[in-house]
């Protein structure tokens, strides 16, 4: 297997506070990487130092083939990496094309590349209508488009996107994310994303989970939904069911939250036999998968509960 980011024990010292306690993962090339954590997990200093903005106390790092460390080997890794920061780089008294042109040389590209990279962002960004606009006259959405559109004009193989579409209308959202696919599918590019999005952490190849420094969980999204976050059925009976009676035929435990009860249960699958089973006393049921967001939530539950024990 080729790997875009291999990280190995790495870790990060900020006099006697560890941000980061020797953590470990691999980001596979061409894939959508999720890595998510709440605010001080350790997340940003990470990723700076992947990026080369922050020096490491300890650990390997190899990003592209190239070791994390020397004045050399940096270079060449910030040559072959993208970044999408929360805070724009741009300058507001520029157009967007002035803007992007601009970091284009700060990449040594000849004049014949900066025109070839510049139709390649112009064709995947969209950004005929806002070209020739200043930056700072941009909406939002407009603004993010240009900041992908700066992030990628070097052709990176690796693109980080910190928060990419906090603050964006759902129309530009699916743009932003379209734009993503795009670039991995069709140029092989890898995605390090960072997001308080749940739902799009759920289209991810591999997550990592981060808290206090440490690696809590990493896996699929279907790996981590199964160990963490258990399908659940919502039923509402008829007025005359015998609840009581109904709990002891279904082999699971129901709990009541209101006018309605809930079930776990292993799979989807699981509620064909029960609905069939209790179906006379129904009048109504729902089926929901488990998402992103309760293993977040449970993973960090079960965590918190062990260091208090």
Not at 75 to 89: A, H, N
Not at 168 to 180: A, C, N, S
Not at 223 to 250: C, G, H, P, T, Y
Request: hydrophobic share 40%.
């Amino acid at each position: 297997m080729t790997y875009a980011i291999e990280v190995s024990n790495l870790k990060k010292h900020f006099g006697t506070i560890e941000a980061v306690k020797g953590i470990h993962f691999q980001v596979k090339k061409g894939s959508l990487f999720a890595f998510l954590g709440s605010n001080g997990a350790g997340k940003s200093t990470t990723i700076e130092i992947l990026c080369t903005l922050l020096e490491k106390t300890s650990g390997e790092v190899t990003i592209n083939g190239h070791r994390l460390g020397t004045m050399k080997d940096n270079e060449r890794i910030r040559k072959s990496i993208g970044i999408v920061f929360q805070q724009s780089l741009l300058d507001k008294e520029l157009t967007v094309k002035e803007n992007i042109i601009h970091r284009g040389r700060f990449y040594h590209l000849t004049k014949a590349q900066l025109i070839e990279n510049y139709q390649f962002v112009w064709q995947y960004l969209k950004l005929g209508e806002i070209e020739l606009k200043k930056y700072g006259q941009l909406s939002g959405g407009q603004r993010r488009r240009a900041d992908i559109a700066r992030a990628i004009i070097h052709k990176p193989s690796i693109l980080f996107l910190d928060e990419p579409t906090t603050g964006l209308d759902p129309h530009t959202r699916k743009f932003v994310w379209e734009t993503i696919e795009r670039l991995r599918k069709e140029i092989g590019m890898t995605i390090f994303l960072t997001t308080h999005y749940m739902e799009e952490a759920a289209n991810a190849d591999q997550i990592v989970i981060i808290k206090k420094g440490e690696i809590i969980a990493q896996g699929t999204p279907n790996e981590l939904k199964e160990r963490f976050a258990s399908d659940q059925m919502v039923l509402s009976f008829k007025k005359e069911a015998d609840i009581q009676q109904i709990a002891e035929q279904l082999g699971y435990v129901m709990v009541q939250f209101g006018d309605v009860y809930k079930v776990n249960i292993p799979s989807t699958l699981h509620a064909i036999p029960i609905i069939e089973r209790i179906q006379p006393s129904l009048a109504s049921f729902e089926v929901i998968k488990g998402s992103i967001d309760q293993v977040f939530i449970q993973i960090n539950e079960e965590v918190g509960d062990m260091n208090a024990s």
